[in-house]
């Protein structure tokens, strides 16, 4: 039996960002019942116990950073633990937009190269630093029809911004979302540095905690 090959060092990504909003206690995107706020506490200290531990209890899936499947509308759709681990990794477009009051606009140019269902989009919209702020839900930028044309004609595998809405916020039908999950593409969001991003393509990797029969679930976001 051949040895097991080793990884190659010189094949490694020298520089990776992390895109995941950092989880603390108190989080509270959405301000309703059905979504109590993140609860983090140490539970075990290295003077009392000598081991450390912490509790930690997110009552939704997506009271943080969280991948999402067409289950979240769609009965016969497969949750999130029925996807495959190689659809997490994928090459992505980065895409930077100027919200016009809460609509955004669509680009001016198209996508050279895009690969329908494989390649991802990350779009950066400026509104990582209102993610702590009591309105972040409410106020959240919104794609404007042009902008939902705009991405449906792609088919990305994944769809990642930096806002917690792609519908307009007040619109329980989403009907965006429905068009997406239609195609069988997966959300990612809400993320963070993607303005950071030095490259309009890169590497991008998604690792939802593996949670059994859930649409979405918790999830750290690297690319490089």
């Known amino acids: 039996m051949a040895e097991p090959q080793q990884p190659d060092p010189t094949n490694l ?6 895109l995941s909003v950092p ?8 301000g309703i019942p059905e979504t109590p706020p993140v609860q983090l506490r140490e539970v075990g200290s290295l003077q009392d116990f000598a081991w450390r531990s912490h509790w930690l209890s ?37 895409v930077k937009l100027t919200p016009i009051g809460q609509e955004v606009p669509a680009p001016d140019y198209e996508l050279d ?12 919209l400026g509104w990582e630093e209102h993610l702590s702020s009591a309105l972040c839900y409410a106020d959240s930028p919104y794609f404007s029809p042009a902008l939902q044309q705009w991405i449906l004609q792609y088919q990305p595998a994944m769809l990642g911004a930096d806002t917690l809405s792609f519908d307009h916020p007040d619109d329980e039908q989403m009907p965006f979302v429905r068009a997406f999950f239609q195609q069988g593409g997966m959300i990612l969001c809400p993320l963070v540095g993607i303005g950071n991003l030095p490259a309009e393509i890169v ?8 949670l059994i029969g859930t649409s979405g679930a918790p999830c750290r976001v690297l690319a490089w």
Do not use: C
């Not at 603390?24 to 995107?29: E, I, L, N, R, S």
């Not at 590497?203 to 593996?210: G, V």
């Open 23 to 30: 989880i603390v206690d108190g989080m509270d995107w959405y």
């Open 13 to 18: 990504p020298t520089v990776v960002y992390d």
């Open 58 to 94: 997110i009552m939704v899936v997506n009271g943080t950073t969280y991948l999402e499947t067409a289950a979240h509308l769609f009965e016969d759709a497969p949750t999130l633990d029925e996807i495959p681990p190689e659809k997490f990794i994928t090459r992505a477009f980065v």
């Open 113 to 124: 190269g895009f690969q329908p269902g494989r390649d991802s989009l990350l779009l950066y």
């Open 203 to 210: 590497t991008l990797y998604a690792a939802p905690i593996r």
